[in-house]
C-alpha cells in the first residue's frame, strides 16, 4: 500500500502525458482537459491517503501568491458573470476557471507530501514536461493555433473595449473564444482560416492574460519567480560544495523552465498540470505539515471518489460525441444522429448541441435527394433548429450558435414560407453579426434568407457587405451575379 502512494501520483502524471499524445488530434483538447482533470483526483486522494497538508503558518511567499492567483481567478469568474460557460468548459478547455484552480490548488497541497514522494513526483514531472515539449516537433499533424502577435493583438483589442476592468480581471474565463470572434484581425481574411475559430490562444499564458486579466497572470508570474529565488537562496546559502550547490539549484531552473513553457508552448491541459506540479514537488526539504483526522481523511476521500465519478460520466458523454463525430465522417447520418442524441441527454453542451444541429441539417439535404415524404424533411431541419436554438439558450455569447440557428431556420423557410421563419431568422444572423463582425460569411447566409423570402435587393446589400469584407470571396460573388 505504502508503495502504491508513494507512486500512484507520479505514474498518473506520466500516464496522462502518454496517452494524450496516443490520441487522435480532433480529441485532444477535450481529451487532454479530461485526462487532467482524472490526474488530478489521482493525486487529491493519494495525499489524502497520506493524510497530511501543509500548515498555512508556514507557507512562503510563493504559496500566499498562488492563493492571491486563486481569489483573482474567482474574482474573474463573479465580474464575468460567465458562471455556467464556465463549468461546461470544464471537459472541453483547458482555460476552464474550475481547471485552474486545482491546478493552482495542488502546488499549496503537494507541498504536504514526504520528501521522497515530491522528488518522485517532480521526475515524473520533468520527463512529463520533456514529453510535451517534445511531441510537437515530431507530428506529422499540424493543429493550428493563432499566433502569439495574433493574441496579443486581440488582448489590445479587448482592453482597449473594456477599460481598466478587462485590463485588470480579464473579460472572464473560457471567454477567449468570444474575443477572438469580436476582435480577430481583418487580415485573417485573406488566409485559409478566415472562417476558423479558435478556443485558445497562441500560448497559456497569453490565453489566462485575456480570459483572466493582468492580475491573475501576474501574480502567477510572482508565485513561480518566488518560489525559484527561495530555493536558489536556500541551496546557496548551504555549506557545500560549488558542484553539489550547482545540482541543488538544477531543480529551480527546470521550474523556472516550466514558467517559460507557459509562455510559449501550445496550450494543453496536460502541459498546465504538469507546470503546476513542478511548482508544487520541486521543494525537497521538510516543511511543517498538519495530520488530518479520520473523519476529515474520509470525507476528503468520499469527495474525491465522487469527482472522479463525475468527471469519468462526462467523459463518457464526449466518448459518445466523437464516437457520432467519426461516424458523420463516415457518412452514417443516421447513427451519428443517434449517438450524438444519447450523448447529448448524459451532458448537455452547447457544443455537442451545434454538432446536432449540423448532423441534422445534413441528414435533411440528404432525405430531400432521396425523395421522401416533406414532413420527414422538414421534422430534420425543424430539430436542427431546435438544437441551434438550444445552443443559443447555453451559450448565447458564441457567435457561431446564432449564424447556425439562422442557417437552420432559412433551410425550414425553403420548404416551408412561413414569415416568423424570416424574422427569427434574421434576429439570428443580425446576433452573429453583433458578437462575429468580421465574418462575411454571415451576411452571405443572411442573402440567401431575403432570396427565399423574396426580397433580393435585401439580398445584394448583404452580399456587398460580404464582398466589402472579403473581395475573393466566391460563393458570395457568385451568388451576387446570379440575383443581378
Given at each position: ?444 447566409f443572411e442573402a440567401q434568407l431575403y432570396i427565399l423570402a423574396g426580397d433580393r435587393e435585401g439580398a445584394k446589400s448583404l452580399l456587398d457587405k460580404a464582398l466589402a469584407l472579403k473581395p475573393d470571396y466566391t460563393e458570395a460573388n457568385d451568388l451576387r451575379t446570379a440575383i443581378q
Amino acid at each position: 500500500m505504502r508503495i502504491v502512494r508513494t507512486f500512484l501520483p507520479a505514474l498518473a502524471l506520466v500516464l496522462v502525458c502518454v496517452v494524450y499524445m496516443l490520441l487522435p488530434l480532433a480529441t485532444q483538447d477535450a481529451g487532454g482537459a479530461l485526462l487532467s482533470c482524472a490526474a488530478i483526483g489521482v493525486v487529491l486522494l493519494a495525499i489524502l491517503a497520506w493524510g497530511y497538508v501543509p500548515s498555512p503558518r508556514h507557507w512562503h511567499v510563493s504559496q500566499w501568491l498562488l492563493v492571491a492567483c486563486i481569489g483573482s481567478v474567482f474574482v474573474s469568474v463573479l465580474l464575468s458573470k460567465n458562471y455556467a460557460h464556465a463549468l461546461w468548459g470544464f471537459s472541453f478547455d483547458m482555460t476552464s476557471a474550475f481547471f485552474l484552480l486545482f491546478v493552482f490548488v495542488l502546488p499549496l497541497i503537494v507541498g504536504g507530501l514526504p520528501v521522497h514522494v515530491r522528488r518522485i513526483i517532480f521526475l515524473a514531472s520533468c520527463v512529463s514536461l520533456a514529453l510535451l515539449l517534445i511531441y510537437p516537433l515530431v507530428r506529422s499533424e499540424v493543429y493550428v493555433r493563432p499566433s502569439n502577435d495574433a493574441t496579443m493583438g486581440i488582448e489590445a483589442a479587448s482592453y482597449a473595449d473594456g477599460g481598466t476592468r478587462a485590463l485588470l480581471v480579464g473579460v472572464g474565463p473560457n471567454s477567449f473564444l468570444y474575443a477572438w470572434q469580436k476582435y480577430r484581425p481583418t487580415a485573417v481574411l485573406t488566409t485559409p482560416f478566415w472562417n476558423e475559430d479558435f478556443p485558445v490562444g497562441g500560448s497559456v499564458l497569453a490565453t489566462l492574460m485575456i480570459e483572466c486579466g493582468v492580475l491573475s497572470v501576474l501574480l502567477l508570474c510572482l508565485a513561480y519567480l518566488s518560489a525559484c529565488a527561495e530555493e536558489v537562496w536556500r541551496s546557496l546559502t548551504e555549506e557545500y560544495s560549488i558542484i553539489r550547490k550547482s545540482l541543488y539549484t538544477l531543480p529551480a531552473w527546470i521550474v523556472l523552465g516550466s514558467l517559460f513553457a507557459l509562455m510559449f508552448a501550445e496550450p494543453s491541459a496536460p502541459l498546465v498540470l504538469v507546470c503546476g506540479m513542478l511548482l508544487g514537488s520541486f521543494r525537497f526539504h521538510t516543511e511543517p505539515r498538519i495530520v488530518l483526522g479520520p473523519w476529515t481523511r474520509g470525507a476528503g476521500v468520499v469527495v474525491g471518489v465522487a469527482y472522479l465519478c463525475v468527471v469519468a460520466y462526462i467523459a463518457t458523454a464526449v466518448i459518445f460525441y466523437f464516437s457520432a463525430f467519426s461516424k458523420v465522417q463516415a457518412q452514417d447520418l443516421t447513427s451519428a444522429q443517434h449517438t450524438g442524441e444519447y450523448s447529448y441527454q448524459l451532458y448537455k453542451n452547447p457544443q455537442t448541441a451545434r454538432f446536432l444541429s449540423q448532423t441534422f441539417r445534413s441528414l435533411g439535404h440528404e432525405l430531400g435527394r432521396t425523395h421522401v415524404g416533406q414532413d420527414t424533411i422538414q421534422a430534420s431541419f425543424h430539430a436542427a433548429s431546435a438544437y441551434a436554438r438550444a445552443a443559443t439558450v447555453q451559450e448565447p455569447q458564441n457567435g457561431q450558435n446564432w449564424k447556425l440557428l439562422g442557417i437552420s431556420l432559412a433551410e425550414e423557410l425553403a420548404l416551408q414560407k412561413n414569415a416568423a421563419f424570416f424574422s427569427e431568422g434574421k434576429k439570428a444572423f443580425d446576433t452573429a453579426a453583433v458578437r462575429i463582425p468580421a465574418d462575411p460569411s454571415i451576411f452571405f447566409f443572411e442573402a440567401q434568407l431575403y432570396i427565399l423570402a423574396g426580397d433580393r435587393e435585401g439580398a445584394k446589400s448583404l452580399l456587398d457587405k460580404a464582398l466589402a469584407l472579403k473581395p475573393d470571396y466566391t460563393e458570395a460573388n457568385d451568388l451576387r451575379t446570379a440575383i443581378q
